[in-house]
T-cell receptor, first 111, second 116 residues
């Protein structure tokens, strides 16, 4: 049973518009959440994080929102750029060290 | 930021042989290293956690005798795939944790293993 779900395997967005990537989790013990970006044949790159004491964290064009009651988080990218095209993984942890990854969402930003 | 390297980046081997993959933290000491595996179009799957100087902790379903992990120093962990089979073909990624911050987990570039 997947503890971290990313129900959209792919997403296409026009350049300049907002990209919204969603992530749901089932384990109520999770209290740290990360988003990673991964290009083909490369390792993931850390993008942004949020802990359960917050409901929003912003870093430049990237904002992560956390809804603890719904066990849902989302990553907003605005404005989207072609270089943002990659696979985005949501990851969750209960101890800050061991993370469970979602299956990923492939984002394509169209010029 | 911190750099983690993996060697080799790609390896092709024959069934029945063993392959060693190295993961190095280049500019920090990694108290903990993680090994992940990614199947095509699937998520990263944590295989094992290795702490320097002690035995690795394997996730359920991962054969410890097949995937040998050694974390001999604070900058090097190795994963050896023993008696490789075609189904072991995958993308293996390591990450290193310095222990100073929750979010300081840095990933290596990955190793593409193909077993023929």
């Amino acid at each position: 049973d997947q503890q971290v779900k990313q129900n959209s395997p792919s997403l296409s967005v026009q350049e300049g518009r907002i990209s919204i990537l969603n992530c749901d989790y089932t384990n109520s013990m999770f209290d740290y959440f990360l988003w990673y970006k991964k290009y083909p044949a490369e390792g993931p790159t850390f993008l942004i994080s949020i802990s359960s004491i917050k409901d929003k964290n912003e870093d430049g064009r990237f904002t992560v929102f956390l809804n603890k009651s719904a066990k849902h988080l989302s990553l907003h990218i605005v404005p989207s750029q072609p270089g943002d095209s990659a696979v985005y993984f949501c990851a969750a942890s209960a101890d800050g060290q061991n993370f469970v990854f979602g299956p990923g969402t492939r984002l394509s930003v169209l010029p | 930021g911190a750099v983690v390297s993996q060697h080799p980046s790609r390896v092709i081997c024959k069934s029945g042989t063993s392959v060693k993959i190295e993961c190095r933290s280049l500019d920090f000491q990694a108290t903990t290293m993680f090994w992940y595996r990614q199947f095509p179009k699937q998520s990263l799957m944590l295989m094992a956690t290795s702490n320097e100087g002690s035995k690795a902790t394997y996730e359920q379903g991962v054969e410890k005798d097949k995937f040998l992990i050694n974390h001999a120093s604070l900058t090097l962990s190795t994963l050896t795939v023993t008696s490789a089979h075609p189904e072991d073909s995958s993308f293996y990624i390591c990450s290193a944790h310095s222990g100073t911050s929750v979010y300081e987990q840095y990933f290596g570039p990955g190793t593409r293993l193909t077993v023929t």
